[in-house]
Every structure is written in C-alpha cells, then in structure tokens.
C-alpha cells in the first residue's frame, strides 16, 4: 500500500514552515514541502533536514493551475491520493501599502480565495477516507464579517450559501472596490479580510458538500494560526512559527470519526464564533 501523504502549500517560510515542521515529527507518512520557487523549497527542506527531519519538495505555484496540475498528477503517480492538505500559502498587503484599493482587493483575492479554492477544486479528488483538510484563514475574517452589511452576513453565515453564490460574492467585492463603490455595497473595507471571509465560509461550503456526497469521514476547517512573527507581520507577530503551527497542524491531525470540529472556524484549537 502507497504510504499516507501530507502537503503543505505555501511552506519554504513562515506559518507553513512551521506546520510541515511539527507535520514531520507527528505524521506517520510523507511530508510534502511546497514552494513556488524551487529554490527557496530547496533551502527549507535543507534546514528541516538538519534537525534529523526529512520532508519531500514538490514545486506549487497556487496562482499557476498547470502546476497545481503537475502537484495532482505527482500525488496519483506516487501515492494514488492525498490524505491531508494544508491550504496555507496567503499574501497580504502591508498597512501601509499605497497601492491602490482596486489593485489590492484583485491581488489578494485571486492568491487567497481564487487560488486557493482551485487548488481544492484539483486536489479533493485525490482526498482518501479519513483525510483532513485545515485551511490557513484568519481571525480578520472575523472582523471583517463584522464589518459587512447584515444582507451580507446573514449570506456568509448562513447554512445554504453554496460555493457559486460566495464566489459571486467575492468577485463582486473585486468589482466594487475597483469601482471604489465596495463600503457602500456593504462590503468590509479589509481585502485581505475579505478574501479570509472567502476562506472561512470556502471551507465550511465544502465540508458540507462532502458530507452530502457521502464522503467518509473526510473533515475540513478553516483556522486562525494566532498573530505569528513572520515576514507577513513585518516580525511584529507575538507567537514563534511553531506556535502558529500548532492549529492548523491540529487540524491536520484531527482523529478518526472526530464529531467536532467539522466544517467550522478554529483558533487555539477551538471552535470560534461565526456568526452575525
Ligand atoms: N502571520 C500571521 O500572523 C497570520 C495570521 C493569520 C493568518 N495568517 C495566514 O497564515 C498563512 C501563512 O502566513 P505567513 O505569516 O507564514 O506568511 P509569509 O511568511 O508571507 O509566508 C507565506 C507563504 O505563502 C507562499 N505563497 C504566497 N503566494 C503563493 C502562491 N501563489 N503559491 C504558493 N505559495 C505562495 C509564500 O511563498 P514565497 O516565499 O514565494 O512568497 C510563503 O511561503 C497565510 O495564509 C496567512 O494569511 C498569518
């Protein structure tokens, strides 16, 4: 039988070195480190092997479909499945970007949200009985659902949004921020909170979908790592990479039959508030 495998988007740095840190010391199965660039997935996996561990590299560009094709067709070839995936490659402005709103909301979004949900839409597939997807989202989802019209939040909250109406949703929001017309349409003023709402709610849709195709026991969930000291904080995050680690690698690890949680939003490894 082909070993069990786990991949970590977006993990030569950051919040997802961290987690295929912990991944490699509590997965009985292969670790797969991805990068968009092949080189820096090169140097991680060097400095994970100096500390006795021994993750895989495979190159992953989100916003790149072919090469999320390429990362499939590797997964099949090699292992005929996937039995958990780490959606944690994310971008963020910084505060003080002046990069305009129209330009902020398309790029984020498209890494986010887009891309991030066609690397589900290529990869669940490959899902075996048993697998845990975490989905690396954001405690600004939270703030940001707050800041939204209640026409929109009852959407975001609610048990019957499907995956085309949120997509709707979000490619809207880019439409309006463009147009400058986004606060009064109701949306939240955060692109990178909004394309984390994206996340969030993704993730809920899907493990609601799984369980009326009658998946077994497949279990997806969103999380907030906490505020980690990485290059997207500029280093003013309070918790280590490992510490940050420590929910979305909880997700990862989630055991058979779990009840909860399931298809909800966790930070600090429990269940947190999505509501209006
Ligand atoms: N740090 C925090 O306090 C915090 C809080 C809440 C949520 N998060 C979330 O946690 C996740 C990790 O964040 P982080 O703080 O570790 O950020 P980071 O240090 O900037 O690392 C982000 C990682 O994602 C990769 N990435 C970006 N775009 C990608 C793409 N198109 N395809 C593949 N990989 C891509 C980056 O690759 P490159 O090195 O090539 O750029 C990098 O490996 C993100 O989803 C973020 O939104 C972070």
Known sequence: ?????????????????????????NFKGDVILTARNPELGASAVKELEKEGLS??????????????????????S????????????????????????AEQAEVTLKTNYFA????????????????RVSNVSSMVSQFA?????????SRFVS??????????????????AQKGTHK???????????????????????????DKKGSQDIVINACC??????????????LTIDQGAETPAYLALLPPDVKEPRGQFVREKKVAKWSM
């Open 145 to 153: 659902l707050a800041k939204c019209s209640d026409e929109f939040k």
């Open 159 to 176: 048990k019957d949004i499907t995956m085309d109406e949120l997509t709707g949703i979000m490619k809207k929001f880019v439409q309006s």
């Open 55 to 76: 993750p895989k590299f495979h190159q992953l560009d989100i916003n790149d479909h072919e090469s999320i094709v390429k990362l499939r067709d590797f997964l099949q």
């Open 1 to 25: 039988m082909a070993s069990k495998v786990v991949v970590v988007t977006g993990s030569n740095k950051g919040v997802g070195f961290g987690i295929v840190r912990a991944l490699c010391k």
């Open 225 to 238: 790592p906490g505020y980690v000291n990485t290059d997207m904080t500029s280093g003013k995050g309070s």
């Open 78 to 101: 090699t292992y005929q499945g996937l039995d958990v995936l780490v959606n944690n490659a994310g971008i963020a402005y910084k505060q003080a970007s002046t990069a305009p709103i």
């Open 184 to 210: 009064e349409e109701g949306f939240s003023d955060s692109c990178y909170g909004m394309s984390k709402i994206g996340v969030t709610v993704m993730s809920m849709i899907q493990q609601r979908e799984m």
């Open 116 to 131: 991030t949900l066609d690397a589900c839409e290529v990869l669940y597939p490959l899902l075996r009985p048993h697998a």
